[in-house]
């Protein structure tokens, strides 16, 4: 029997199949010892008995996280349209051909990517004396604000010069230049990584908790510290912890899906042909014939 081989890498033949399918076994095998060993200390200290779920099933806490979750939600989505309005602006300056303006956008730019996000929120809210949620919402927009600066900067100018040129050669100004031809091609390259983006912003959120902001992981918080059993914050994280890895896959299975739905051929119509007919006379002359 013959090794296929390609331009890449060499087909793996039976001894190599064989190793993959030993240390596919393996590391199965270690995830889940890891999984009963986790499984079995959660048990072990109680923390699957009916008294520490109990309160669950009161509407009061269940109301509680509730509106912990409809808080985040509307802190993500503040965030999220002011992030990507001040990232459009300040990518616009970026690629500004007045030298000022450029290095504003650039200064802007810089400082914001480089502070902590949570310095920023702690000095709005304190130094600024500014409410919990425009604080946490004004905080994550200067951060990922920008950093999408960035990567709208970066989508524009990875679209091919020619493209460019092209548009400049057929007398179009810059303004039509970019919202004609640069962003709508930019576009398919930019959106997985903007999406990202937001699931980073809707994981910051939960540093509202350290303003007071009632978001989710705060209502968590306030349930943990008023139930009198030991261990009270295990079943909280249990509870909490799931939705929140649910909303990010949420965000990133659809930068996944709208990455590979830009990356399909666009269909083309087919377009009516004309039926042919006689060709035009010649100057001073009849059709030609047949």
Not at 205 to 227: D, V, W
Not at 247 to 272: D, G, H, I, N
Request: aromatic share 10%; charged share 15%.
């Amino acid at each position: 029997m013959t090794t296929e081989t390609t331009a890449l890498y060499d087909v793996p033949g039976p001894t190599t199949r064989r190793r993959h399918a030993l240390y596919a076994v393996l590391s199965t095998a270690v995830l889940l010892g890891l999984v009963a060993w986790v499984l079995y200390l959660l048990f072990s200290t109680g923390q699957f008995t009916a008294t520490k779920w109990m309160p669950f099933e009161y509407k009061g806490i269940q109301e509680l996280l509730l509106r912990g979750l409809g808080n985040t939600l509307k802190a993500f989505a503040m965030a999220a349209v002011l992030s990507l309005a001040l990232g459009g602006v300040l990518a616009a300056g970026r690629l500004s051909d007045h030298a000022p303006v450029r290095w504003l956008a650039t200064l802007v730019v810089e400082f914001f990517r480089a502070m902590p996000v949570l310095v920023m929120i702690f000095f709005i809210f304190v130094a600024l004396k500014v409410q919990p949620l425009p604080a946490l919402v004004a905080g994550l927009t200067l951060y990922n604000g920008s950093v999408l600066a960035e990567v709208f900067r970066s989508g524009v100018n990875a679209v091919e010069r020619g493209q460019r040129e092209a548009a400049f050669a057929l007398g179009m100004r810059k303004t039509q230049v970019m919202s004609y031809v640069l962003v709508p091609q930019a576009v398919r390259a930019m959106l997985p990584a903007i999406i990202s983006q937001l699931v980073v912003a809707l994981k910051d959120t939960s540093l509202g908790f350290l303003i007071t902001y009632e978001e989710f992981l705060h209502a968590g918080k306030l349930i943990a510290s008023n139930l009198d059993y030991d261990l009270p914050f295990i079943p909280v994280v249990m509870v909490i912890s799931p939705i929140y890895i649910g909303m990010c896959m949420l965000l990133s299975w659809f930068a996944v899906w709208v990455s590979r739905r830009e990356q399909r051929s666009p269909k083309t119509e087919a377009v009516a042909v004309a039926a042919p007919g006689p060709g035009a006379p010649l100057p001073g002359g009849e059709p030609p014939t047949a």
